[in-house]
């Protein structure tokens, strides 16, 4: 018997790709173009998954997510947005959400996500809180050695770890000095799908101005003074993997604005 999907999203061409797709791989699918409308037919009718757009106008996919639980407490939702917002898939995830997927699509990511979501084990969703309703530290963590810890803070620690380490995304480590940003950036390398590439280092408050640029970037020979061969640049010794820039707020400001417009545009080009 075909899984049955519901897919809510305001956009009727996203809804009809979609539905289409998943109709190809398999399952059968209905269709919603408002929160509210999604509602009524996840209560009338039977779904095993529900495919949600965060942004739905008069209804966001949070408030969608909690109607949902509500109707079905064990229902498996997944959350679409668009707006790569990291706080906003921390708060879906621990609001029971089972996964969220970023825009523009990827159709097999979708697929894929739905696939391992209709896979779970039944109890799976209970597994991951303990009796208290705090979660558990993931297994994985332990096994590397890399973060040990039971407190709330180290828990929340782990959950959004656990969230950007799949993804492409840019991010920020805050913290004092000596409090382990750098063991937290291996952490989420580890558990990347870039983790068999290189995971490259860079101290960015020992360069001065003059250096940065070319230590970031690289160059060819002959762009200044001294430059007697090329160089490959930190962005490039990690290509594929992950470039952990630790002091940026000591660059220099022109060398901030063209770092920020590497990780915008994701590209570059030797001093």
Excluded: W
């Excluded at 959350?79 to 995830?93: F, M, N, P, Q």
């Excluded at 010794?237 to 940026?248: I, K, S």
């Amino acid at each position: 018997m075909k899984k049955r999907v519901l897919i809510i999203d305001d956009d009727m061409d996203m809804c009809t790709l979609l539905s289409r797709f998943l109709s190809r791989n398999g399952y059968e699918t209905g269709v919603a173009y408002s929160g509210q409308k999604g509602l009524t037919r996840f209560e009338e009718e039977s779904f095993d998954a529900v495919l949600c757009d965060f942004r739905l106008g008069n209804m966001d996919g949070k408030e969608v997510l909690m109607s949902v639980k509500k109707i079905k407490p064990d229902a498996i939702v997944l959350i679409i947005t668009g707006y790569s917002d990291i706080k906003t898939a921390i708060e879906v995830i621990k609001q029971g959400a089972f996964d969220y997927i970023t825009k523009p699509l990827i159709p097999d990511e979708v697929l894929s996500v739905l696939n391992k979501a209709l896979e779970r084990p039944a109890d799976s969703a209970e597994e991951r809180n303990t009796a208290s309703g705090k979660a558990k530290t993931p297994g994985k963590y332990q096994k590397q050695e890399f973060l040990v810890g039971e407190a709330p803070a180290t828990r929340d620690l782990y959950q959004q770890i656990e969230i950007v380490a799949p993804t492409n995304y840019s991010i920020i480590l805050y913290g004092e000095s000596g409090t382990g940003k750098e063991v937290i950036a291996k952490t989420i390398h580890k558990l990347s799908h870039r983790k068999d590439k290189p995971f490259v280092a860079m101290d960015c408050g020992t360069l001065s101005k003059e250096l940065a640029g070319s230590e970031l970037f690289g160059h060819v020979k002959g762009a200044f003074t001294g430059a007697s061969s090329d160089k490959e640049g930190h962005f490039e010794l990690a290509n594929g993997g992950t470039l952990f820039l630790d002091e940026v707020g000591n660059l220099s400001i022109d060398i901030q604005a063209a770092l920020l417009r590497v990780i915008q545009e994701r590209k570059f080009k030797r001093v």
